[in-house]
């Protein structure tokens, strides 16, 4: 059974950086899409970035690029989001997703895939 669990969520003023962990595990052997998504109350869920692990290409949604980086250590089976010059409108629950599959090397994961292992989230609060 494939689990994700965040970590390093918290509270931050504006300026400040975070970065976000999630471990992967119970899964067999094989690339994947791993991605970050955020929701605030009241808010539709929205895709922040991903990384395929076949590759190591990255998307980053246009609110976050130049600020955030979405990394994996293959050795750790983790997925970080360092998250840098933060701002109010960036807090919000954050998740991890996963979704198995195997494309080239140079494939970028869609953010609208439909990704089936979520994580249970960590929160962010940035202050201004």
């Known amino acids: 059974q494939v689990q994700l669990v965040e970590s390093g969520g918290g509270s931050v003023q504006a300026g400040g950086s975070l970065r976000l962990s999630c471990v992967v595990s119970?899964?067999?052997?094989?690339?994947?899409?791993l991605a970050w998504f955020r929701q605030s109350p009241g808010k539709e869920r929205e895709g922040v970035a991903t990384?395929?692990?076949?590759?190591?290409?990255?998307y980053y949604a246009d609110s976050v690029a130049g600020r955030f980086t979405i990394s994996q250590d293959n050795a750790r089976n983790t997925l970080y989001l360092q998250m840098n010059s933060l701002k109010p409108e960036d807090t919000a629950m954050y998740y991890c997703?996963?979704?198995?599959?195997?494309?080239?090397?140079?494939?970028?994961?869609?953010?609208?895939?439909?990704?089936?292992?979520w994580g249970q989230g960590t929160q962010v609060a940035v202050s201004s």
């Open positions: 997703a996963a979704y198995f599959l195997v494309r080239p090397a140079g494939y970028i994961c869609p953010i609208n895939l439909e990704y089936n292992h």
């Open positions: 119970g899964y067999a052997y094989g690339a994947r899409c």
């Open positions: 990384i395929y692990t076949g590759g190591g290409n990255r």
